[in-house]
């Protein structure tokens, strides 16, 4: 099983405020996703990525592949309440199955 | 409405009393999947089945068992729960994307209990 490390595994910050999350791993995989789950919900895919390097950006959230695809992160500008919740990396070797990161808990307080 | 459901939401037992979660899709995915989330060990696969009547282990399939009769279902079975299967679990499906990534739609989750 190829690991999926997320950091921070907590974050708190105030409204306004700009934050990235991290998901690293030693594997190298095909593509990556970034899933977040709200409190009583299951995960909801935001964006793949799948070439070395690739930037996306969905509105105020900017994902990028790491160019060894080994890494991704998730970066926030501005972050609102309703950025709040678990957010997954998940990665992806061609013809497996997806592995999930460990999760980065985000809270955004007003 | 393209869903995946669940059910039961959830669910207290006891040990050792069968029990069986219901996953139901009408996306016409091939994939389905089920996993457990347990605090700080993010979601990790149990069971997935690429199509009716292939079914294969995840990474923690002890304990558990599915079946893949038709397209749609997937039901997950604890023949004998024990408390270390207290835990929340999804169900998922999936198409296959270009690239042959699959883009997983997640249930709503079973939060399961076992006393």
């Known amino acids: 099983t190829q690991l999926l490390e997320q950091s921070p595994q907590f974050l708190s910050i105030q409204e306004g405020e700009n934050l990235t999350v991290y998901c690293n791993s030693s594997s190298v995989f095909s593509s990556l996703q970034w899933y977040r789950q709200e409190p009583g919900e299951g995960p909801v895919l935001l964006v793949t990525?799948?070439?070395?390097?690739e930037v996306k950006k969905l509105k105020r959230l900017t994902f990028q592949f790491g160019d060894a695809r080994k890494d991704s992160s998730l970066h926030i500008t501005a972050a609102q309440p309703g950025d709040t919740g678990l957010y997954l990396c998940?990665?992806?070797?061609?013809?497996?199955?997806?592995?999930f990161g460990t999760g980065t808990r985000l809270t955004i307080i007003p | 409405e393209a869903q995946v459901t669940q059910n039961p939401r959830y669910l207290i037992t006891v040990t050792g009393k069968k029990l069986t979660v219901t996953c139901s899709q009408n996306?016409?995915?091939?994939?389905m999947s089920w996993y457990r989330q347990d605090p700080g060990l993010g979601l990790r696969q149990i069971y997935y089945?690429?199509?009716?009547?292939?079914?294969d282990k995840g990474d923690v399939p002890e304990g558990y068992k599915v079946s893949r009769k038709e397209k749609r279902n997937f039901p997950l079975i604890l023949e004998s729960p024990s408390p270390n299967q207290t835990s929340l679990y999804f169900c998922?499906?999936?198409?296959?994307?270009?690239?042959?990534?699959?883009?997983?739609?997640f249930g709503p989750g079973t939060r399961l209990t076992v006393l």
């Open positions: 998940a990665g992806l070797h061609v013809g497996e199955k997806l592995t």
């Open positions: 990525v799948v070439t070395g390097g």
């Open positions: 998922a499906s999936s198409f296959f994307g270009t690239s042959g990534y699959n883009e997983q739609f």
């Open positions: 089945s690429m199509n009716v009547e292939v079914t």
């Open positions: 996306m016409n995915h091939e994939y």
